[in-house]
């Protein structure tokens, strides 16, 4: 007789697989994916080294899914705030706020979502969500160059640009350096300048008009 696989195996085996994703995740969050490695993620889940690859064939796939998983939770975050009400304008400016917050509350994920060195596997992954992020962004150009409030020859390739803008004003203040300066007392710059200057440099290329000052106080974002 051809043996079943019950319900209650499948389901031990679903509570482990998302042990493990849980265990990994709390890794980059602290460490960034340098500390994810498959020894110790087993001795965070309690488990057998082996037993990982029993539900990931390696480190990089583990690690891609991880990635996907904490990505998702950003784009989902910016989308509900970009597809909000008031004009695209001061939309924009509201998801940059937010997406400048969340990162400055959990710099070591942020920095290895956005630049940290990586597998193959999760540069993939990378490049994916770097097409969802512009996405979202095109869906609100889009509407901006309707109404009137933004200025965009190719909304495509401005929403590519804005994502570009976002990471590389992010990576600097997120990077393992600026983390050390931090550590040793010096000053770094601080996340309402860093706000400010992201929205006033986007609205401008742009040609929008500057929206009313907001503060950047999005709570710590969830692990």
Known sequence: MAYRTTTSRIDRDQALR???LACAHTRVVEGGFAALTMQALAEDAGIATGSLYRHFGSKGELAAEVFARASQVEVDSLARVLRGSGPAAERL??????????AWHSRRLAFALIAEPVDPEVDVKRLLYREAYAELFSRLLEEGRNSGEFQVPSVSLTAACLVGAIAESLVGPLSPPARAAREAGLAQD?????CAN??????RALGASQPAPETCDEPARVR
């Open 18 to 20: 998302s042990r493990i």
């Open 93 to 102: 400016a509201r998801g940059l706020r937010q997406f400048a917050a969340r």
């Open 190 to 194: 601080a996340l309402e300048d860093v």
């Open 198 to 203: 992201l929205v006033t440099f986007c609205l």
